[in-house]
């Protein structure tokens, strides 16, 4: 039989086949052979034994949250509470890109902007980056989010607090999951997901995600990086140097492109910080 892995807890795997889900064991050979199953694994069962015999090959893996085969990921930012960080939407654009998933970017606490500089601030960035190529959804519009669901794996990831377990809760008032409020002291939220665990929701998987404040560019080189800001690409090629880093090269189109307001300052000052901190 073949299932897939939507929740582990210990070493218990609970695997999901046609309309049921079984609690079961990983074969003693696994931990020799360095095999670790994943939530989203397509796993080899035997029903009797109530024991996983093969994991198949894995499109794409994810490190945090741990996760495999997954076909999008939905950003969470909050514009408020805690702060909108472009420093970390783009660090985990960058990540995600790398790891062939497709992002998807979704600001949410709209309700929580009172001035107009700072509305429109979020709405510069939401242009920008819908120009560049992403989808990008606020938490107010449930009808268009619903909709890129659909026969997906998806991962629902972000800073904790932004809001992860409360906007699943406003799509399926059914899931009744567990939410916490923003700690004063940390400025951010508490962990209420304590497990990756795939969820059924609007005819696809949804995983709910542990969230988390800070994550690494595991193995990915400068170049990585830099060919996973999407919008260098569309210029790369009139850069005088073919390797270009785009740093203090001459005749670098991509910081012409910045002084032309074609490419976002802020987004080739964070590629900066990246670049510099490898």
């Known amino acids: 039989m073949k299932g897939i892995i939507i929740k582990i807890i210990n070493d218990n795997y609970y695997v999901k086949y046609e309309k049921n889900i079984l609690l ?10 360095n095999i670790n199953p994943l939530v989203g694994d397509v796993a080899e069962f035997d029903i009797g034994d109530k024991v996983i015999t093969n994991i198949e090959n894995r499109k794409n893996e994810l490190i945090r949250p741990s996760i495999c085969n997954v076909d999008q990921a939905v950003i969470l930012m909050s514009v408020k509470e805690p702060e909108f ?11 995600i890109d790398y790891n062939n998933v497709k992002p998807i970017i979704c600001f949410t606490k709209f309700d929580l902007l009172k001035a107009d500089n700072d509305k429109k601030l979020i709405r510069n960035y939401i242009k920008y ?5 992403y989808q990008v959804f606020t938490n107010r519009y449930l009808f268009w989010l619903k909709r890129i ?22 799509i399926d008032k059914k ?5 916490a409020p923003i700690s004063a002291s940390l400025g951010r939220g508490k962990h ?21 404040s800070a994550l690494e560019f595991t193995g990915m080189s400068k170049e990585d990086i830099r060919d996973n800001f999407v919008e260098f690409n569309k210029y790369k090629d009139n850069c005088e140097y073919r390797n270009c880093l785009h740093l203090n090269e001459n005749n670098c189109e991509i910081k012409r492109m910045v002084d032309k307001n074609q490419i976002l300052l802020s987004r080739y000052q964070n590629y900066i910080k990246f670049i510099t901190s490898k």
Do not use: W
């Open 175 to 179: 899931l009744n999951l567990k939410t």
């Open 192 to 212: 209420t997901t304590r497990h990756a665990e795939l969820l059924e929701l609007c005819g696809g998987l949804i995983a709910d995600t542990p969230g988390f």
């Open 149 to 170: 669901f659909k026969n997906k794996l998806s991962v629902f990831t972000g800073q904790s607090g932004v809001g992860k377990s409360s906007l699943l809760n406003k």
């Open 85 to 95: 960080s472009s420093l970390l939407l783009d660090k985990m654009l960058t990540i």
């Open 24 to 33: 079961c064991k990983a074969r003693g050979k696994f931990r020799k052979d």
């Open 129 to 133: 980056y819908e120009k560049i190529g």
